[in-house]
C-alpha cells in the first residue's frame, strides 16, 4: 500500500515573497498539497489591503509553483474563512503555518474532533526576516520599507 501525505496551506499572497516562498516550498514538499487563496472578500474581512485581485494572485501563485516546484501535485482552491473547507475533510494529514499562524492549527484540530476526523499534524515554518532585521511581509513591501528578498528600500 502506498501512503500519499496531503498537506494545506493558505495565504493571501498578493506579492510572492521569500516568507511565502519559505512556507510554499514547505508545503509541497509532501506527496499533495491544497493550497487555499485568500478571497478577495475575505483579505478585505481580515483588513488586508490587497493590490491585486483573487485572479491575478491566483494566476501568480500557480506560475511561482509550476517555475519553482514543477511536477509538484497541488491544487488552489479559493479559501473564504479561516480553514476552508480542505483542512476540516479526511485526507488531509498536515497543515503547514507560519509562526505568525501556528495558533491555527490547535483550533483546526480542536474542529476536526468535533467532526470526528483525525487530527493533522503542524508543522510551523519559522518567520523570514529581511536584512534590517524586520519580518518580511507584503505591507512592508507595499510601504517600500523592502524588497520581496527583504532588502531595504
Given at each position: 500500500m502506498i501512503l500519499i501525505?496531503?498537506?494545506?496551506?493558505?495565504?493571501?499572497?498578493?506579492?510572492?515573497?521569500?516568507g511565502h516562498r519559505a512556507l510554499l516550498g514547505a508545503a509541497l514538499s509532501y506527496?499533495?498539497?491544497i493550497i487555499g487563496l485568500s478571497t478577495d472578500g475575505f483579505a478585505?474581512?481580515?483588513?488586508?489591503?490587497?493590490?491585486?485581485g483573487y485572479?491575478?494572485?491566483?494566476?501568480?501563485?500557480?506560475?511561482?509553483?509550476?517555475?519553482?516546484?514543477p511536477g509538484a501535485a497541488?491544487?488552489?482552491?479559493?479559501?473564504?474563512?479561516d480553514f476552508g473547507p480542505a483542512v476540516l475533510r479526511e485526507g488531509?494529514?498536515?497543515?503547514?503555518?507560519?509562526?505568525?499562524?501556528?495558533?491555527a492549527?490547535?483550533?483546526?484540530?480542536v474542529m476536526r474532533a468535533e467532526r470526528d476526523l483525525g487530527m493533522v499534524d503542524i508543522v510551523v515554518v519559522p518567520m523570514i526576516y529581511g536584512r534590517s532585521g524586520g519580518r518580511i511581509s507584503t505591507t512592508h513591501?507595499?510601504?517600500?520599507?523592502?524588497?520581496?528578498?527583504?532588502?531595504?528600500?
Open positions: 501525505v496531503v498537506a494545506a496551506t493558505g495565504g493571501t499572497f498578493d506579492i510572492i515573497h521569500r506527496d499533495h498539497t478585505v474581512r481580515r483588513g488586508k489591503a490587497i493590490l491585486h485572479d491575478t494572485r491566483r494566476e501568480r501563485l500557480v506560475r511561482h509553483i509550476r517555475e519553482s516546484h497541488c491544487e488552489v482552491c479559493p479559501l473564504d474563512d488531509v494529514d498536515v497543515l503547514v503555518v507560519s509562526w505568525e499562524t501556528r495558533r492549527g490547535h483550533t483546526l484540530n513591501i507595499r510601504d517600500g520599507v523592502m524588497d520581496a528578498e527583504g532588502n531595504p528600500l
